[in-house]
Structure formats: C-alpha cells, structure tokens
C-alpha cells in the first residue's frame, strides 16, 4: 500500500511539474519531447503522405518549364486537403496544448545577455515553432496564402536567431512566389541573406526557392546558378531530377546547347520515371543533332523509338522532336507533317497538343496561308494555357486572322460560283451531278468507317490547293506521282490509321471479324482526331460548291438546289463581283493596317484593280495601295500609284494626300487644335468663365470638328448658356443636339433637359456649384451626369448622420452577407449598435446598408476597416463589390434615382479626395 501511494504521488508531482503554466527545465523538456514525438510527428506524417500524393499525381507539361514545386498550380488546390487539414490540426493541438508562454521564475542576470534573452523571449517550448512551420506549410499547400503566411509569421517572430527562423522566412518567400507578389517575396528572400548565419541544411531550399523567383519573374538567365546549386543539394530523386530538368530548360533557353545536353543525359541516366527520362532522351538527340548537324541518323533513330511497344503513348513528343528538327533543318513540308502527326497522336497532353497547333499556324501564316493558319490558332486557343508567354500575340494574331478569313473566302466563295455560272448549262449539270454523287460516296464511306454525319473531311491545307497557292503562287513545285512523294505517303498512312487504326498489310483487312482470321502483331492504337485542317462546318471549304447549299440538315442536296445558289442573273453576277471586290479591299487594309504587312497587302490590292478597274472602291485601293508600297519602301512603285490616282480622281478625297505629303499632318494639327479650344472651353467653364466657354465652342463648331467633338462642344454651349440665364440659347443647342444627334448620349440628356423644361423647370444660372465637377463630367460626353443643368444632385455633408453601403449583384446571396457584416460588426464594435438593412436599386442591384454614423470621419474609419477584409464579402454569386459612404439625405436620393455612376464620382472626390479605392474585385481579393 506505501509504494502504491509512493507511485501516485511521484506521478502526480511529475504532472505538477510538466504543467504547461509552469517554465521549468522539466516542464520544458517534457512538453518539448511529448510534442514532437507525439503530436507534432503525427501532423509530419500526414503532411508527407499529402506531399507524396502530389508527387505521384503530378503531370508535367514538357512544352514550358517545369515547376520546382509539387504545389505550384491551380489545379493543385485542395488537391491533398484532406491529409493538410489533418497536419493542421495537430500543428494548432501542439500549440494549445504544448505551449509555454510564461516567465520563468527568478530574474536573470542583466549582465548576462543569454539569460536575459532567454528571459524575454515569447515562446519558450521550441517544438511550437516547427508546428507553426507544419501550419504555415500546410496551408500553403492548400493555397491559402494569407492563413499560411499568419502562421509562418508567428514562427519568425517568436523564435529569433533560432534555426526555425530561417526556415520561416523560406516558405514565406516560396508563399508569396505562388501568390504572384515577386516585389515582396525577393524583400523575405533578402531579408534571409542579411540575418546571416544560416543553417546549412537550408542552402538547397534557399537557392531552389530563389531560383523559382527568378524563374517565375522571368529572369531565366540570372536563375541558372541558383538551380544548379539547388540541384546539387537536393535531399531526393524526385527533387534532383525535376531540377536537373529545369537546370536543362534554362540553358537551352540561354543558347548553351552543350550544358542543356549534359543536363539533360544527367536526368536521363538518373531514372526519374520513364515519361520524364523519355523526354529528356529525345532533348539529347535533338541537342546532338543541333551540335553535330547530323539529323538525318536522329530521324532514324527517332523512328526506330515511334514504332517501339513501349513508346507509344509518346509517340506524339517523338513527332515533336521530328518536327523541330525539320524546322531546324528549315524543311517546312516534313516540320508540318510531323506536327500533324504529333496533334494525331496526342493523348491527354493539352499543352503538347496546343504547342503542336501553335507552331502549325506559325508556319502557316509565314507561308502564308492565312486560312489554314487561323484554324491552328483557334485551335491552340482552346488548349493553350492562360500563363502561356505568347498568349496575348496568339490572341492578336487570332482576332486579325478571323477578319481576313472571312474576306478570303468571300474571294473564294465568289470566284468558285462565278466560274460555275461561267460554265454552259450542260456544263453545269454535269458538274453538279457529278459533285452529287461524290458526295453520296463520301458519305457512304463515313457510314462505314463511323464518321457523324456532320464529319467533313474535305478540307486539308496540306492536301487542298490554298487560298496562299491561289494568290501568290505554289509553294510546292514538285509534281511527283503520288507514291514518289514521301510527304503525301505519309499524310495518306496517317489518314487510314484515323480512319481504321493500325492494321498489318495483308488480305482481307476490313473483315469484320478478321481477329478470328489471323492475330495482329500491333495493338491498335485510337483512332487519330481530327484536326483543325479538317474543316468543321463554320470554316472556310476548299470546295467549289458554298456551303450553304448543302443546308442544315443531313439531306443529299438535289441538282436543282444547288444550282439554284450559283448566280445566273446579270444582276446577280454584277453582285457577286462586287461582293469579290469589296471583300479584296477589306482584307487587304487588314493586312496592312492590322497585321502590318504591306507586301501582301498590295497584292490583294492590285487584284482588285486589275480584275476591276472601275469598282467604286478603285479610288481607295489606290489610294491604300500607294500607301502600302510607301510601306514596303517601294518609292518608285508608290509614285507610279499616286501618279495613277491622280489621274484618275484628280478633285477626290485622297488626291491631297498624294499631292502633299504633309496634308495629313495639317489636318490632324487642326483637329488637335479644336480638341485643345474644347479643352480651354472646358477649364473656362469649370472656373465660371461662361462667355470665355461659348466664344471657344462657337469657334469649334465653326471648324468642322468630328462628329463627336462637336456633340460635347454644342452640349458644353447650353450648359453655358444656361448658366448665363440665356434660356434660349440654352433651347437652341438642346434642339440642335437633340435633332442632329438623337440616338447619341448626349442627345439623349438634350431630350431629357427639353422634357423637363416642358414640364417648367427652369435652368439655374449663376456659378458652378461646389461638388459640380461631375457636370463637367457630363458635359465631357457621359449620359450620366452627377448633378444637371438644373441642379446639384447630391450635396456634401460631412457633419451630418452617414450610413456605410454595399452594392452587389441582384442574384448575390444576400442574407450570407448581411450575417458576416453583423458578426463583423458584434466581433469588432461590440458596444456600438449598427443597423443594417437591405434595399434594391432601380437597376435590380442590391444594396445593404449600415447605418448610422455621427458623422463621415466615423463613417470613413468603418469604411477603411470594412475595406481591409474583402474576405466578408465572398459570398455566392458576387465578383465585384462597391462600398461607400453617404448622408442619409444623399442615400435616400439614390435609393430614389439609382444614378450609381454619378454618386461613386461624387464619393471619389468628396470623400477619397479623387483616389480610387471603393470597389472590391472579390474573386481576386480573397484568393490573392
């Protein structure tokens, strides 16, 4: 019985002493022991099971540089949430229940700098500090940026000159990277370098997260000795590999093909998994062939791999290489081939799909081939990634060539019926009932083959004849029988594979039950897609009979419909000639005005001319067509056009352009010497000086001014003429305005004054009032004026009761907000007591309002409060968020009105003193 108690006794003075509210040697060591090999081991676990399942679940997009990191990405999101959550839920158990904060008992010797430190330090369990690192890491796998950087904050505070620290600073920097914020993530990375003294076991670490500063803020040069070092240090294979990988990306990109070379033999031979060490191996072999110029032994070699067992999910990389050596090698036809047979041979790789369309349509629009090159950019478009470094010149490109597509096949869409209507009508039948019959096959044969009946493969750049071959002549010379071109027997293998996949060359092949006849040496691969050559139904056609003749539905057009669209009229012959030539000059200015390309913009332009001299654009083509040759440095053919236009249209439009060549310039100082008198009016108005405003417009209206400096100028001098009290001369340019202009903003606000005149209003005359500076807005040419002609529209109040609003969208989930503003307003302002009240705008928005305030310094200081936690307002269905301040006689006035626009100008300069600030991008805010 004694050594019963003796044990309890002993245990409960061992709990005594390890009691988290006493600091003692024991009580330290306790705590520090049973959380780190209890609790907190616990959280690693988990966090490296997330971490593991990332790895393995990672694909990489070979086409851009690798991510250094398992969570970078969007995709990446609470992919591995479950096992994170878990670590942060033990991290945050060893804090409560394994932290000591208090002192220990005893002062410390002044004289001693250790102990005085270690007296006023916050936290004195150091296994709390690698939980908050366990939180902060966990969270940032996640991506909840601003959770993970509280907590790793908490780490580099509470723990100075102690190792977590650097590791703290580490993950902040790797935080901000992935929020996109590289200003203060190289500030947490320098601030890194001057603490001094860091810990060896974090150098790796260090410099592979500075190398993915560099590399995501697009300094690839200045990047190369930071991975280099990180790859040296790497702790595991997986981290070794993938920045070996990377190291190779970056001196390929840097132009030093020899180091890439070795890089990448290095990743190679270090058995990352066979879809990284099969990329790398073709890299080396396309290096080589660069380096050496022996590219015919690597396509060998390169073929040997495609018809590999093993290599056939990569057969569409292979291609890839193929196709960047025929590009290398300057052989555009093979470089088109393989890229056809890389998008041919993709499977689940968007990014190598959209890299393969991409470099078709390069190609294309070099030719050029416009037509064909617009297709492969739609189609890049849909697979390429939005951080894709070319995405805005694919997006130019893309919107120029939608233009020109379809003034290029209104060419040839019109010249196609115009030679059907050339044609006898003997001809034609014949023609058309042969067409009839190759269409009744053609879809036959997709029957069979188990094509949809919308399936149209008619149309193939590479096989068709271009609009490019039709224009500027054959790119392709050689007219070798069919077997005697590789490239056509290549295309052709390609087409049957699509059609019925690989097949071994022997007799009866399209038996349907030929497994049972003889067992295939290959498996069948799926069917090869189609691509975009391969025209869907709203593309340009390389055939003779338009579109539109075969309907919508899947009928077999009939003779007679068709030869019901081709034009046998005089009428419409004379139509479709000029439907020809007008699509020739639209296409051209795109060429020359969009694309810059004034050599084939003169083309285009002399066909117009040549095939009709006496079109009712001929003047214009002229005219554009000296310009372009100006353009194209060609003087003595540009002075052979001006003459010719002069000729031609000596008292025309453009006839002073040529004669002068400084007459553009004259005019366009006259134009900027109208809009700087509006600007003068302007000013003048704006300082009361109203017969200085209408001597200004009166002169702008006199000198022929565009259409639209002319609205503002005849509006600006009714204002003016009102505030003068010359109520006629307010009348007069209303009616002006309002009769010349009527469906433009502001003769939509001249009918709205003249109404309300009817109604007996009056203008008020006198000075501008204070706050007025959204007339002048108004008067600018808006159609949504702050205050009118007849009065200010809202009034600034400062001492008055002010309420707090929010404007949303009208299908925003109201009653969520309304109860994290009130559990905002009960958390932080416990003794104030707000109102809030939801209201709908005539607009059908929302607006919640928070009221009241004494007056509009309170009101400002809840506002910036308010603004500071854009996290309140992520709600459903709200993207964007207004908050401001107003009186209550001004929020009355525009619960009545709706006239939003006009109260957040009139909040901007009252109440931000003209900055911006009171819209929320809530989507951004919350993630960013």
């Known amino acids: 019985m004694p050594i019963r108690k003796l044990i309890l006794l002993s245990a409960l003075?061992?709990?005594?002493?390890?009691?988290?509210?006493?600091?003692?040697?024991?009580?330290?060591?306790?705590?520090?022991?049973?959380?780190?090999?209890?609790?907190?081991?616990?959280?690693?676990q988990s966090f490296?099971?997330?971490?593991?399942?990332?790895?393995?679940?990672?694909?990489?997009?070979?086409?851009?540089?690798?991510?250094?990191?398992?969570?970078?990405?969007?995709?990446?999101?609470?992919?591995?949430?479950?096992?994170?959550?878990?670590?942060?839920?033990?991290?945050?158990?060893?804090?409560?229940?394994?932290?000591?904060?208090?002192?220990?008992?005893?002062?410390?010797?002044?004289?001693?700098?250790?102990?005085?430190?270690?007296?006023?330090?916050?936290?004195?369990?150091?296994?709390?500090?690698?939980?908050?690192?366990?939180?902060?890491?966990?969270?940032?796998?996640?991506?909840?940026?601003?959770?993970?950087?509280?907590?790793?904050?908490?780490?580099?505070?509470?723990?100075?000159?102690?190792?977590?620290?650097?590791?703290?600073?580490?993950?902040m920097a790797r935080t901000r990277i992935e929020m996109g914020d590289f200003e203060n993530a190289r500030i947490v990375l320098d601030r890194y370098d001057a603490l001094g003294d860091a810990p060896a076991k974090y150098y790796a670490d260090y410099m592979a997260t500075y190398a993915d500063y560099l590399i995501r803020s697009g300094q690839y040069n200045s990047a190369i000795p930071f991975v280099a070092a990180a790859a040296e240090g790497a702790r595991d294979k997986w981290d070794r590999s993938r920045r070996n990988y990377i190291l190779a990306q970056l001196y390929e990109k840097a132009g030093r093909l020899d180091n890439a070379k070795d890089a990448y033999l290095k990743v190679a031979r270090s058995s990352p998994g066979y879809d990284m060490e099969v990329t790398a191996r073709l890299n080396v072999m396309l290096l080589e062939s660069k380096l050496n110029g022996n590219i015919g032994e690597t396509v060998r070699e390169l073929d040997r791999m495609a018809?590999?067992?093993?290599?056939?999910?990569?057969?569409?990389?292979?291609?890839?290489?193929?196709?960047?050596?025929?590009l290398y090698g300057q052989d555009t036809l093979q470089a088109l081939v393989n890229l056809r047979l890389a998008a041919g041979y993709n499977i689940g790789s968007r990014d190598l799909l959209a890299e393969s369309f991409l470099n078709m349509a390069d190609i294309y629009f070099d030719i050029p081939d416009y037509m064909a090159s617009y297709a492969y950019y739609d189609s890049a478009l849909i697979n390429i990634p939005q951080t894709h470094t070319r995405l805005e010149q694919i997006k130019f490109r893309h919107k120029g060539l939608k233009n020109l597509s379809a003034h290029l096949n209104t060419i040839y869409t019109q010249d196609s019926l115009q030679r059907l209507a050339a044609m006898t009508d003997e001809e034609l039948i014949s023609y058309l009932e042969a067409y009839v019959e190759a269409e009744k096959q053609s879809r036959l044969n997709k029957d069979i083959s188990g094509g949809g009946s919308n399936y149209n493969?008619?149309?193939?750049?590479?096989?068709?004849?271009?609009?490019?071959?039709?224009?500027?002549?054959?790119?392709?010379?050689?007219?070798?029988?069919?077997?005697?071109?590789?490239?056509?027997?290549?295309?052709?293998?390609?087409?049957?594979?699509?059609?019925?996949?690989?097949?071994?060359?022997?007799?009866?092949?399209?038996?349907?039950?030929?497994?049972?006849?003889?067992?295939?040496?290959?498996?069948?691969?799926?069917?090869?897609?189609?691509?975009?050559?391969?025209?869907?139904?709203d593309t340009p056609g390389a055939g003779t009979i338009p579109d539109g003749a075969l309907g919508q539905s899947d009928e077999l057009p009939s003779v007679d419909r068709l030869k019901s669209t081709i034009p046998r009229s005089k009428e419409d012959i004379e139509a479709s000639h000029k439907l020809k030539g007008e699509a020739y000059f639209k296409a051209a200015l795109v060429l020359l005005d969009y694309f810059n390309l004034p050599e084939q913009a003169i083309v285009l332009l002399s066909s117009l001319l040549s095939q009709y001299p006496d079109h009712e654009l001929a003047e214009q083509a002229l005219f554009w067509s000296y310009r372009a040759q100006l353009a194209a440095d060609n003087e003595q053919q540009a002075q052979t056009v001006g003459s010719s236009l002069l000729r031609r249209f000596p008292d025309g439009y453009y006839a002073p352009f040529v004669r002068d060549p400084e007459y553009a310039t004259k005019l366009y100082e006259a134009s900027r010497e109208l809009y700087t008198r509006y600007e003068d009016a302007y000013n003048a108005y704006r300082s009361n000086g109203f017969e200085e405003a209408l001597s200004h417009t009166s002169y702008i209206r006199k000198g022929n001014p565009d259409p639209s400096l002319e609205r503002k100028a005849i509006l600006l001098s009714a204002i003016s003429n009102g505030k003068l009290g010359q109520k006629d001369g307010f009348v007069r340019d209303l009616k002006e305005l309002s009769g010349e202009y009527p469906e433009s903003a502001e003769g939509k606000m001249a009918g709205k004054w003249l109404a309300m005149l009817d109604e007996g209003m009056q203008?008020?005359?006198?000075?501008?009032?204070?706050?007025?500076?959204?007339?002048?807005?108004?008067?600018?040419?808006?159609?949504?004026?702050?205050?009118?002609?007849?009065?200010?529209?809202?009034?600034?109040?400062?001492?008055s009761t002010h309420s707090i609003f929010v404007v949303v969208d009208a299908d925003a989930n109201i009653n969520r907000l309304i109860f994290n503003l009130a559990d905002y307003n009960f958390n932080r302002f416990l003794l104030a007591d707000y109102e809030l009240e939801a209201h709908t705008l005539p607009n059908g928005q929302r607006l919640i309002s928070i009221s009241s305030f004494n007056n509009n310094r309170e009101a400002m200081d809840y506002f910036y409060a308010l603004r500071s936690n854009p996290r309140l307002l992520n709600v459903g269905n709200i993207n964007r968020a207004l908050i401001m301040t107003a009186s209550e006689t001004n929020l009355k006035v525009l619960l009545k009105t709706g006239n939003l626009e006009a109260y957040q100008n009139f909040f901007t300069e009252n109440y931000l003193s003209g900055s911006g600030g009171y819209i929320i991008d809530v989507l951004y805010e919350t993630q960013n």
């Open 48 to 171: 490296q099971r997330g971490e593991e399942q990332l790895r393995q679940n990672h694909q990489d997009q070979f086409t851009s540089i690798l991510p250094l990191f398992p969570y970078s990405g969007d995709d990446k999101a609470g992919a591995v949430k479950g096992d994170m959550d878990n670590a942060i839920a033990k991290g945050l158990k060893v804090i409560q229940k394994k932290s000591i904060t208090v002192r220990p008992k005893g002062r410390p010797d002044r004289n001693n700098p250790r102990q005085v430190a270690f007296y006023n330090q916050r936290e004195f369990n150091k296994v709390v500090g690698n939980a908050y690192i366990l939180i902060g890491k966990a969270h940032l796998f996640n991506h909840e940026y601003y959770d993970a950087l509280t907590a790793l904050d908490y780490a580099f505070r509470d723990f100075p000159g102690k190792p977590v620290q650097y590791e703290a600073l580490i993950w």
């Open 457 to 537: 493969t008619g149309f193939d750049p590479l096989l068709q004849r271009s609009m490019s071959s039709q224009m500027y002549g054959s790119q392709d010379g050689r007219g070798a029988w069919y077997f005697y071109n590789p490239t056509m027997v290549t295309l052709g293998k390609m087409e049957f594979e699509r059609r019925w996949g690989r097949r071994p060359a022997e007799d009866n092949w399209r038996r349907s039950d030929k497994s049972a006849v003889a067992i295939s040496d290959f498996s069948q691969p799926p069917a090869l897609p189609g691509d975009p050559g391969e025209r869907p139904q």
């Open 763 to 799: 203008p008020v005359a006198g000075p501008v009032a204070y706050g007025d500076a959204s007339v002048s807005v108004g008067l600018a040419g808006t159609d949504d004026p702050g205050s009118t002609a007849f009065g200010p529209l809202y009034s600034f109040e400062p001492s």
């Open 307 to 326: 018809g590999q067992f093993k290599n056939q999910e990569y057969r569409d990389r292979i291609y890839m290489t193929k196709a960047r050596l025929s």
């Open 13 to 44: 003075f061992w709990l005594v002493s390890c009691s988290t509210q006493k600091n003692t040697w024991l009580s330290r060591n306790h705590n520090a022991m049973t959380a780190r090999y209890n609790i907190l081991f616990n959280g690693e």
